[in-house]
């Protein structure tokens, strides 16, 4: 499991994959930042979301287009690419583009799905289902990894609290590790999220948390972070109120990763 080594690692970009120009940008301030700091950057985007709240809401641009788009990121930026995959009959062809699976929080439990994402060769993360329980992350990891896949991660995004909020529980992070070998990442956008309390009963969010939330999971050892981020996000088709403003990553890394150095945690095993 040397994908994910060493910690901390940023995964980092928009949720739904913009224009060239748009991504390129985002990838670029993505890279120098990781850089600055020194961890690792793999570059996020989204080629459909499958799973929005409304019928009519965008799901982006689909698996030819996105990959074309990514494909072009990495050309010109030679950045390692991650990106969600909801159909096991989609994921040969991401494979040929990308350099790291997503199975989305809602499917990961889903085991053909997961089964055929190790099975192609790439690293493997999971996000971690609203209602699951960090110990029952075991199963999906498992799932994978009896395909062949030994780099998987589980990435923390937050738990149902009653309706229409999420919580982090910061234990989360030493319970999945010790139950699956698993890397642990922590998503500081998602677990931002307000499910059904938007405008227009839309996913709505308190992005303003969002440095609290970073800084507690990295005291509590995650072993990366998982950040969706975009220069204009009220400008953003998806996730808007929790996207962080690309202007401001700098910032949240600088202190992510001093208090998880000062930290002193361990390393995923």
């Given at each position: 499991m040397d994908f994910w080594k060493p910690a901390p690692i940023l995964v980092a970009g928009p949720c739904l994959i913009d224009d060239h120009a748009v991504n390129v940008e985002i990838a670029g301030r993505v890279a120098e930042t990781a850089s600055k700091y020194g961890v690792r950057a793999i570059f996020k985007a989204s080629f459909d979301k499958a799973n929005r709240s409304n019928s009519d809401a965008t799901r982006g641009p689909g698996i030819e287009k996105g990959l074309e788009l990514l494909r072009a990121v990495k050309v010109e930026t030679n950045m390692k690419l991650l990106t969600d995959v909801h159909d096991a009959g989609h994921i040969e062809s991401v494979a040929e583009v990308v350099d790291v699976l997503q199975v989305p929080a809602f499917l990961c439990r889903q085991t053909d799905l997961l089964s055929a994402a190790g099975s192609v060769g790439l690293p493997v993360n999971i996000k971690k289902g609203q209602w699951m329980a960090p110990e029952a992350m075991l199963g999906a990891v498992l799932k994978v990894r009896n395909s062949g896949c030994l780099d998987v991660a589980v990435t923390e995004r937050g738990t149902f609290f009653g309706y229409g909020d999420l919580v982090v529980?910061?234990?989360?992070?030493?319970?999945?590790?010790?139950?699956?070998?698993?890397?642990?990442?922590?998503?500081?956008?998602?677990?931002?999220?307000?499910?059904?309390?938007?405008a227009g009963r839309t996913t709505g969010g308190n992005r303003e948390f969002c440095l609290d939330l970073v800084l507690a999971a990295a005291g509590a050892g995650t072993d990366g972070f998982f950040v969706e981020t975009h220069p204009e996000p009220q400008m953003a088709v998806s996730d808007s109120e929790t996207m962080l403003p690309l202007a401001e990553l700098d910032d949240l890394i600088a202190a992510a990763t001093n208090t998880w150095r000062s930290a002193q945690r361990p390393q995923c095993q």
């Open positions: 529980d910061m234990r989360s992070f030493r319970r999945i590790r010790e139950e699956t070998g698993a890397a642990v990442l922590y998503d500081a956008t998602h677990s931002l999220q307000r499910p059904g309390m938007g």
